[in-house]
């Protein structure tokens, strides 16, 4: 009979298990658990220590405890503490219900609780009323806990949720605020604190009552020596360790790019960036204490940007000197703020030409004042150099060169060039970018600029930067060719330049370095990029507010830090210099012109140039000329004597090269004017790419005037060597003749006004203006 009954029974609990079991499911589905905690961001740096930390939504600190960061030891003391049959029951542990039912039945009141690590994560994720009620929800919740996460995960979400007092929750907060350090660090004597604390929050307070912390903390020590969780050796080690507790300020370093990184990252607990903490606080500290310096002078700002060029990887970030200081704008992040780059796109603009083959390192460029439509740029000392080579033009950043050399290669061509470089403002200004941009008339950031350098740095490729190490290094993309970066390269690492601070010419403090200074219109802005192979970094000296200050120069308000930047981070770097490619070769130049020496060229000098790609151009920096003997006539074929003639060399000059001569007083050989007597008409047109250029008044321009008292307008050309009259008409009709130097003024009337002039060899230029009345 008791067979029979046993085997009725049986399928009966099977059944009923089972229909528990699908119930369970069923409300499973139904009723998902959220395990989605709001915890409080955290930066670390590429070694794991901790940059910065935020409070959460709920304005807790609430920091996330990775699984490798719960050490055996923590683990031990805290599974042994709260629930030592953790590892073994599934949520809930029967035995320990039935026990604390029986004492809360027979004392009539709540004398003992039977919560399993489980069952208190749910009560810190869905806080409830201490109800039997709850107490089954708690149960249901915990058995869902189990199904879906492992131990390990399990006692992880207890670690991050336990309260420590205050706004502190998790042990890795209480960890970080009150010792300063990572759980994984912690000692045994530490650990066991921020165990016992989280039952009794409110007596047991770090900081202001340790002393009674240590008895508590003593107590469970020697409780986990007599159950044998740890050797007694080690704790004895523990009892004698003093207790050093206190509130301590959380992680401050690199706050901009903790914010940026914080919110390009939402809900992302902890985000590894790519900063080397060393290298980080020593450009924090090298940039506050410059600054403090700087403010004698009414420069209350800067911001450094430090990039690996092997990795990519950004390694310092320093937005500005001081994050706390509000009244010199310290929360703007001076690494993506819009600022004008002065100087500091010459290199590229240069590296294009190469890349195009306009020009070598030794080609002549002319600095001569020169009006470009309008637009009269001058150089940074108020000075002109005459013929300079492009090198010299580069390393001095000279102005005009620089314009003269955009004009050539082409404005789009150039803002095509950093639009691919991913520069955001000069994208969106693109169509109204002018030659100006070549100065600074264009807005950039210390992020773009910096990338931009790191091109030099590596062969012409541009990579993507990484903030974060878990940024995926894409290829590069080239940018400009190997050669066109060695031959800037080669340029920017010349010391007998302007832009060398004062102090450091000769001097051991100066790194093995290539270096761009910039230094914008008012003084507002100074830069300073330099890179070698190991490092690039980018420095932005100012004021956030605009404000221009007499003294801000790129050479001697941003490049001293550089050097101190460099010298710190990298001094004695061993990872070699830049080779040249091998598309790189020297051939014998003219010093004179920087062509292929000509018949006429008496000395010779060595330049490099690209293989197949720099154009050939043979030297014409003097040309033949017949003259009578005493050198006062010139011939030409056609009135040439039979006899007594004589060969003479002369310098072939630009017209705006002969105007600056001129105005200068510089002596040069000029071609007598032609014979008088000779009968032969040139023919229009001839040589018409050697026609007057017409400096003033400016083509297509409108011009307002006052009709009762007009002022006079002024007419100037340029003109070649050999010309030595010019004659002016308005209109078609000539006003006067006069020397390809000489200044003629004239009084404009309201009207569109057509303006002529020709050389004495029949060449000619025409422009249109528009005279308005006021």
């Known amino acids: 009979m008791i067979s029979i009954t046993k085997r009725l029974l049986r399928p009966l609990w099977i059944k009923l298990a089972g229909g528990l079991l699908l119930v369970f499911l069923l409300l499973d589905i139904l009723f998902p658990f959220n395990t989605r905690i709001d915890y409080s961001p955290i930066i670390t740096a590429a070694d794991g220590t901790i940059l910065h930390t935020f409070l959460n939504r709920q304005d807790k600190w609430r920091l996330y405890a990775e699984l490798p960061e719960i050490t055996p030891n923590l683990r031990k003391a805290i599974v042994y503490k709260e629930d030592r049959f953790f590892f073994y029951h599934p949520g809930i542990n029967p035995l320990a219900l039935f026990r604390a039912a029986g004492k809360n039945l027979f004392s009539g009141r709540r004398t003992s609780g039977a919560s399993t690590i489980t069952m208190q994560v749910v009560r810190l994720l869905e806080p409830r009323q201490r109800t039997y009620s709850s107490k089954l929800f708690e149960a249901f919740r915990a058995l869902q806990l189990e199904l879906h996460y492992s131990k390990d995960e399990i006692l992880q979400l207890y670690l991050n949720l336990i309260p420590y007092g205050s706004n502190i929750e998790g042990l890795k907060s209480a960890s970080l605020l009150y010792f300063g350090k990572q759980p994984k660090l912690l000692s045994l004597a530490e650990i066991t604190t921020l165990t016992i604390i989280p039952n009794r929050p409110s007596s047991l307070r770090l900081g202001t009552r340790n002393a009674y912390v240590v008895q508590e903390r003593n107590r469970w020590l020697r409780r986990f020596e007599q159950a044998g969780v740890f050797d007694s050796s080690v704790i004895a080690d523990a009892l004698e360790e003093p207790l050093t507790a206190r509130r301590r300020k959380a992680p401050r370093q690199a706050p901009h790019l903790a914010l940026r990184l914080s919110k390009e990252n939402p809900g992302m607990p902890i985000v590894q960036a790519t900063i080397r903490p060393a290298v980080q606080a020593a450009a924090e500290q090298l940039v506050q204490n410059y600054v403090n310096r700087m403010r004698a002078l009414n420069i209350h700002n800067a911001a450094v940007l430090i990039i690996n060029n092997q990795t990519m990887n950004v390694e310092a970030y320093v937005g500005s000197a001081d994050f706390a200081n509000a009244l010199d704008g310290g929360q703007v992040d001076g690494v993506r703020a819009v600022r004008s780059p002065g100087s ?339 023919e229009p047109g001839a040589d018409q790419h050697m026609a007057p250029f017409i400096a003033s008044p400016n083509d297509r321009s409108e011009y307002f005037v006052d009709p009762k008292a007009p002022a006079d307008m002024q007419l100037s050309c340029q003109a070649s060597n050999e010309v030595r009259a010019v004659y002016w008409y308005l209109n078609d009709k000539l006003y006067r003749k006069a020397r390809p130097t000489e200044a003629v003024f004239f009084k404009p009337r309201p009207g569109a006004l057509k303006i002529s002039c020709a050389d004495d060899r029949g060449r000619h230029a025409d422009i249109q203006i528009l005279i308005k009345s006021l």
């Open 344 to 682: 500091a796109l010459k290199p590229m603009l240069y590296a294009l030409a190469f890349d195009k083959g306009l020009i070598t390192p030794k080609s002549k460029l002319n600095d001569v004042p020169t009006n470009f439509g309008g637009y009269e740029p001058g150089n940074y000392d108020q000075r002109f150099n005459g013929a300079v080579t492009a090198e010299f033009a580069l390393a001095n950043s000279l102005n005009i060169p620089a314009v003269k050399l955009l004009k050539e290669v082409g404005t789009p061509a150039f803002t095509g060039l950093l639009q691919k470089a991913a520069f955001t403002t000069i994208q969106k200004q693109s169509k109204d970018l002018g030659l100006s941009m070549i100065l600074g008339g264009c807005g950039v950031t210390l992020e773009e600029m910096t990338r931009l350098f790191t091109v030099f740095a590596n062969e012409g490729q541009l990579k993507s930067i990484n903030l974060t190490a878990s940024a995926s290094q894409a290829a590069g993309t080239p940018l400009i060719s190997p050669e066109a970066a060695f031959l800037v390269t080669n340029t920017l690492t010349q010391i007998t330049r302007p832009d060398l601070p004062n102090n450091f010419d000769n001097s051991y403090h100066l790194p093995r370095i290539a270096w761009k200074t910039g230094t914008s219109y008012g003084r507002r802005d100074a830069w300073s990029i330099g890179y070698n192979r190991h490092y690039t970094v980018g420095i932005w000296v100012g004021n956030f507010s605009g404000e221009g200050v007499p003294e801000l120069s790129g050479a001697n308000t941003a490049t001293p830090l550089l050097f101190q930047i460099f010298n710190t981070i990298d001094y004695n770097s061993p990872k070699g210099w830049f080779l040249p490619p091998k598309s790189i070769a020297s051939r014998a130049i003219c010093p004179e012109s920087g062509a292929v020496p000509g018949e006429f060229c008496t000395s010779w000098a060595v330049d490099y140039y690209i293989m197949g790609v720099t154009r050939y151009q043979r030297c014409q920096h003097q040309k033949t000329v017949f003259t009578n003997p005493a050198g006062t006539l010139s011939y030409c074929a056609h009135c040439l004597p039979d006899s007594g003639s004589v060969q003479r060399l002369y310098p072939n000059l630009s017209p705006e090269l002969i105007a600056y001569y001129q105005l200068k007083r510089i002596p040069y050989a000029a071609i007598p004017v032609h014979n008088p007597a000779c009968e032969r008409i040139f």
